[in-house]
């Protein structure tokens, strides 16, 4: 007890009532920047990324392209065979056309849920909703 | 004195202690973003290719020490593809691709090839013929190939039923020939997922790698060894009416798979009613009791055999069908909503909350 109150007292000499506004600002600040950057905060329902693989890509230069939602734009992609537009609007995507055989990609439709992807095989894409990863999970079954 | 002393100290040691806090509470934040705080030290390995029509993803978490991962991964990467060149339906040239082409005629197949049929064929016969590898004629009459779908009439669907039938699938071991019938269609693609799995497995394990997940598609996990730190692996199961959602997470261990079929991964809606991608051999349409499946075995090949088979099953006789086999167990979501699951994996299951 008697460490306590030494303790309080040291702080109470060192500390005035602006340092406490200034501490509290810094941990604010500290707190909202880890949330943005996805470090905090619970298992969000909404996918925070899109982001496509190009597989023909040596490991580590695959992902082609990674864009925060949401957002309202088309991007153009080139694979294998051809190019893709993916069409992201708000917290959906799909790929609007491509250029592949068969048309799997485009016939998947909009893609809403973090891990739901669209798989383009002839032209080596991936294009996949990410959300924040639920840390305790190491894969969801779906 | 100390009093005086204290409060005749210059401000910047004022000015110390909101820095030092400042520093802290930034260490903290940052050290949480390097997972120092999860049982993870380091970021795992992710490489990913198509395989078998499908996205086959392999996290590598831990390896011994001096070992080559990339390399590892290079080399068992090569070894999925080999055996996807053999088996795939996807594969111009493969073994499967053969025998449909030329029905009525024996057609030499690789030992691979061959692994999977037997497995495929003794599936069939353990599930009464739910689970049926020639079930290709009735799953392109629904256009669930192609994505034209449609509900066919009883008239087509008893034309198509005639040539799904397993058993008449003729296989010599000792020539190593698969021969089928005129109009008949053999799938090996969900069992040779698992062999895959198998394959990469010793490959990854032969190279140094001692913890690592492969996923096929969304709906398979193979366990490489155990989780980081030799915790269990911790696999959500998604919620078939909110897919943004789990409603049960499962703990695997080393070399046990994991696959789930379930009647949201691919289907239509007609009149209100839901017609999902896993067809029924038996009255060729699809099943309705189940809405969602998920089985837990130490055999990755019949895994995604038995969670199609079983899919098609009442739940309750799904429970009891894998009681009395033994060695699978199953997590149910009923078509009402209710969750059954196998008694020996209730201190691995947790289900959420409603």
């Known amino acids: 007890m008697d460490r306590l109150h030494r303790a309080a007292g040291f702080l109470r000499q060192h500390i005035q009532p602006g340092d406490l506004a200034i501490i509290a600002a810094v941990a604010a600040l500290a707190l909202l920047a880890a949330t943005l950057t996805g470090q905090l905060g619970g298992a969000s329902q909404q996918p925070d990324q899109l982001r496509v693989l190009h597989l023909s890509e040596p490991p580590g230069q695959q992902t082609v392209l990674r864009v925060s939602l949401p957002t309202e734009n088309t991007y153009t992609v080139r694979g294998d065979e051809g190019e893709l537009v993916v069409e992201i609007d708000g917290y959906r995507a799909r790929v609007k056309t491509a250029e592949c055989p068969r048309l799997i990609c485009v016939r998947t439709g909009w893609l809403h849920n973090p891990g739901d992807r669209s798989l383009c095989v002839p032209n080596q894409l991936v294009v996949e909703l990410l959300g924040d990863d639920d840390e305790e999970l190491d894969e969801i079954l779906r | ?354």
């Not at chain 2, 025998?99 to 999977?116: A, G, R």
């Not at chain 2, 070399?255 to 789930?260: D, I, N, Q």
Request: proline fraction near 4%; charge should be negative; aromatic fraction near 6%.
């Open chain 2, 1 to 354: 004195m100390c009093e005086e002393n204290h409060t005749s100290r210059p401000p910047f040691k004022r000015r110390h202690l909101v820095f030092v806090t400042a520093v802290i509470v930034t260490m903290a934040l940052s050290l949480q973003g390097c997972n120092l705080f999860t049982e993870d030290d380091e970021e795992p390995v992710v490489r990913e290719t198509f395989l078998l029509g499908t996205l086959v993803r392999i996290t590598v978490h831990e390896w011994e020490q001096g070992t080559d991962v990339e390399g590892a991964l290079d080399e068992t990467l090569v070894e999925m593809e080999k055996l996807g060149a053999r088996v795939s339906v996807y594969e111009d040239e493969s073994d499967v691709n053969r025998v449909n082409e030329s029905p009525q005629t024996p057609i030499e197949v690789s030992e691979d090839t061959l692994h999977l049929l037997q497995t495929a064929l003794q599936m069939n016969r353990e599930t009464e013929g739910a689970f049926d590898p020639t079930i290709g004629p009735l799953v392109s009459l629904w256009g669930f190939y192609t994505g034209d779908y449609r509900v066919p009439d009883s008239e087509e669907i008893q034309h198509a039923l005639q040539y799904v039938d397993a058993s008449s699938v003729q296989v010599d071991p000792e020539a190593r020939t698969v021969r089928i019938k005129e109009g008949m269609q053999l799938d090996l693609e969900a069992l040779a997922k698992g062999l895959a799995a198998q394959r990469a497995e010793a490959a990854l394990t032969e190279r140094g790698v001692t913890s690592a997940l492969i996923s096929a598609g969304h709906s398979s996990v193979h366990a490489v060894g155990d989780g980081p730190g030799g915790r269990p692996w911790k696999i959500g199961l998604i919620h078939p009416r909110n897919l943004s959602e789990i409603y049960g997470k499962l703990q695997i261990r080393a070399s046990e798979a994991v696959s789930t079929s379930g009647d949201y991964q691919r289907y239509f809606e007609e009149n209100d009613t839901r017609y999902s991608h896993i067809i029924d051999p038996q009255t060729g349409r699809p099943g309705r009791t189940i809405k969602t499946i998920t089985v837990l075995t130490d055999d990755s090949i019949i895994a995604d055999a038995l969670s199609t088979a079983l899919f098609l099953f009442e739940p309750q006789e799904a429970l009891q069908w894998a009681d009395e086999r033994g060695g699978v167990d199953v997590v149910i979501m009923t078509a009402d909503g209710a969750v059954l699951y196998s008694e020996a994996i209730e201190d691995r299951l947790q289900l959420e909350d409603d």
